[in-house]
């Protein structure tokens, strides 16, 4: 239930920001949208800030992870980039999408030197065609 909440609001974010450069949008007004959608998806997880929203953040919360980590939030990801770490180095076969959704989200949050990240483009980079 949580995965497809956080699905919805990275659906909501994109279109969000698909809708700003479509129309002449204030740059106050967008941020305002963005600052409503990440106080929502704070709340929606029992968390009083964005910031505990990240440290709870675990693998499958890429897409709303890198929306945060663009923005202009003050965020520290640290907890994640452990969570997503550990999750990278248990399990034993990521499939190519998933592992390079995990590395585009470690290299937002500013760990693009990590050996998954080398090893993600090294080994799955092409498989499955344009992505």
Same mark, same amino acid.
């Given at each position: 239930m949580k995965r497809k909440i956080r699905q919805s609001l990275i659906c909501a974010i994109l279109a969000i920001l698909s809708l700003a450069s479509a129309f002449p949008v204030c740059a106050a007004d967008a941020d305002s949208l963005a600052d409503g959608i990440f106080e929502y998806a704070a709340l929606s997880e029992g968390v009083d800030s964005l910031q505990a929203w990240a440290?709870?953040?675990?693998?499958?919360? $890429?897409?709303?992870?890198?929306?945060?980590?663009?923005? /202009?939030?003050?965020?520290?990801?640290? $907890?994640?980039?452990?969570?997503?770490?550990?999750?990278? /180095?248990e399990k034993d076969n990521i499939a190519s999408v998933e592992a390079l959704r995990i590395a585009l989200a470690m290299v937002s949050v500013g760990a693009g030197e990590d050996s998954f990240v080398s090893g993600a483009l090294a080994e799955h980079a092409g498989k499955q065609g344009i992505m």
């Open positions: 440290d709870s953040c675990e693998c499958g919360d $890429e897409w709303f992870v890198f929306a945060i980590a663009q923005s /202009e939030e003050s965020v520290n990801f640290k $907890e994640y980039y452990t969570s997503i770490k550990k999750y990278t /180095e």
